[in-house]
């Protein structure tokens, strides 16, 4: 019997190589993004292409409702559910100086990657108590968080609070779940459409020796990870997490 995994924000990016690698690892995928279907097809038609068995659901992740209906056409469609991925975020539409940022800006970040992601969550973990352990664990929830949890930038001030936040939620559900494993994955400077706005800035933290690994990341990097915190080789971790920052996060003298 394969494993069920959704993956939230699964149309690009982080999301679609979380989704592959976790499909060709032998899960069916449950791909949770805001667009119509039809606006990926070239993507999703690769997992086709792949073998893998996927569903669509559109939705967003700040709407109760469409957590809601994510949670139960993913167990109308395949049963049960095994891994949940917190993929979905977003980043202020405008970057701002923490004294001129608004209320709204804030409002927005906050309620799709930290409420949104902490109600799906629940969501997802009470369907997983509730469902009869078939495999070695009886979940794996695994939340994509970032380097600004602790790293400031305040120029979007909303979006470290909001990593911040998902960081704690990794540590609270880790500590509610019992048999449920609760792991982070931080990214740090991933080639995707949220840092291509900002692509001179990191290209030259590149080429002056920021990143003891002197590439971007990319988001296969992460994918892998993720995928190692939702396998059988990772029984006895929970509420931790890794760096998947080119090593940005050492602290040098």
């Known amino acids: 019997m394969k494993k069920t995994a959704i993956i939230t924000g699964a ?5 679609y190589a979380a989704a592959k690698k976790l499909g060709m690892d032998g899960c069916q995928v ?9 606006r990926y097809k070239a993507a999703i038609d690769g997992l086709t292409q792949a073998g893998i068995t996927w569903h669509y659901v559109r939705g967003s992740l700040d709407c109760r409702e469409d957590r809601e209906r994510l949670i139960r056409e993913t167990v109308e469609k395949f049963g049960r559910i095994d891994i949940l991925v917190n993929n979905a975020g977003v980043a202020p539409k405008e970057r701002k ?11 927005r970040v906050l309620g799709i990657n930290t409420k949104g992601t902490m109600f799906l969550t629940q969501l997802a973990a009470k369907q997983m108590i509730k469902q ?15 380097c ?13 609070v909001s990593k ?7 540590t609270l559900f880790a500590d509610r779940l019992e048999g449920i494993l609760v792991n982070e994955v931080r990214p740090g400077v991933i080639a995707t459409d949220m840092t291509s706005v900002v692509t001179e800035k990191y290209d030259t933290m590149i080429k002056n020796g920021v ?19 939702c396998s059988d080789s990772v ?3 929970t509420g931790n997490y890794v760096d998947v920052d080119g090593g940005f996060h050492i602290k040098r003298l």
Not at 11 to 15: A, K, N, P, Q
Not at 132 to 146: A, L, M, P, R, T
Not at 211 to 229: L, Q
């Open 11 to 15: 149309s690009r990016g982080i999301g």
């Open 30 to 38: 449950v791909l949770f993004a805001t667009g119509e279907k039809e």
């Open 97 to 107: 100086d923490l004294l001129e940022m608004s209320e709204e800006s804030f409002d």
């Open 132 to 146: 009869e352990q078939i495999f070695k664990s009886k979940g794996h929830i695994v939340n994509v968080g970032s």
């Open 148 to 160: 600004s949890a602790e790293v400031s930038s305040t120029s979007r001030g909303e979006y470290c």
């Open 164 to 170: 911040a936040a998902v960081s704690m939620l990794t």
């Open 211 to 229: 990143f003891p690994i002197a590439r971007w990341g990319k988001a296969e990097d992460v994918a892998e990870m993720i995928a190692f915190f």
């Open 235 to 237: 029984l006895y971790t």
